[in-house]
């Protein structure tokens, strides 16, 4: 059900790349309460059976089911929290039944950031916060599990959309002369120009090719 869910969100041409959670410690320590519980409860049930067999504990092992409830409501909402990497943005889901739905697009993302503890590393876990040019500045995931795999996953989903967008641009560029572009757009047009070549999907020579038909333009 949160499958189909979360693929009702996704647009035209895009693709999951990861599906990620907190750690299950996280979830550990959510129900360790109710397992303590669960625990003395079954050493009372089973020395009150043994001390006094005359009497019913049969009750007693009912009260099993309270705790038990519990600790399959925070495995569900556990397991609908989930941090999602497609090949155009991170969308962050939450809630069983009433979702919460937050995007971040690649686009905007400027620069990750991951910290792991000694325990992170042995265990896998750890916190990437994620900066953007967006309203939400930054965006921290705390205690997700194997974080250097998400980290990795993302910026390489952020690499190939930046390609995608790059090569559509550069095709369009290839028309330059057949369609005038207004004065006005030159500069622009060279600024974007100049952000290829720094990424390196456009040489220096390309680069300055270009530059020069633009400028003859003005």
């Known amino acids: 059900m949160a499958r189909n869910y979360l693929r009702s969100l996704l647009g035209d041409q895009e693709e999951i790349q990861l599906v990620s959670r907190q750690h299950w410690f996280v979830l550990f320590r959510m129900v360790i309460l109710e397992l303590i519980a669960m625990l003395v409860l079954v050493v009372i049930l089973v020395i009150a059976q043994a001390s006094l067999p005359n009497i019913p504990v049969g009750f ?3 009260l099993l089911v309270l705790p038990l409830i ?10 609908n929290r989930q941090i999602v ?3 155009r943005r991170v969308i962050q889901l939450s809630g069983i039944i009433n979702k919460n739905v937050i995007d ?3 686009e905007k993302v400027n620069d990750v950031k991951m910290v792991q503890s000694f325990w992170g590393r042995l265990f896998h ?10 309203e939400m500045g930054a965006n921290l995931f705390k205690k997700i599990g ?35 572009p207004a004065a006005n757009d030159i500069p622009t047009l060279i600024e974007r120009l100049g952000a290829l070549r720094e990424k390196g999907i456009l040489s220096q020579e390309e680069f300055e090719k270009k530059k ?3 400028l003859e333009k003005l």
């Open 104 to 106: 971040s697009s690649l």
């Open 125 to 134: 876990y750890g916190n990437v916060e994620i900066l953007t040019a967006s």
């Open 85 to 87: 990497i497609t090949n």
């Open 146 to 180: 194997n974080p250097i795999r998400f980290k990795t996953t993302m910026l390489n989903a952020k690499s190939r959309l930046e390609m995608e967008q790059a090569g559509g641009f550069v095709e369009k560029l290839s028309t330059i002369d057949l369609a005038e």
């Open 70 to 79: 519990s600790i399959a409501r925070e495995f569900m909402i556990w397991w």
């Open 60 to 62: 007693g092992y009912v």
């Open 212 to 214: 020069a038909e633009l």
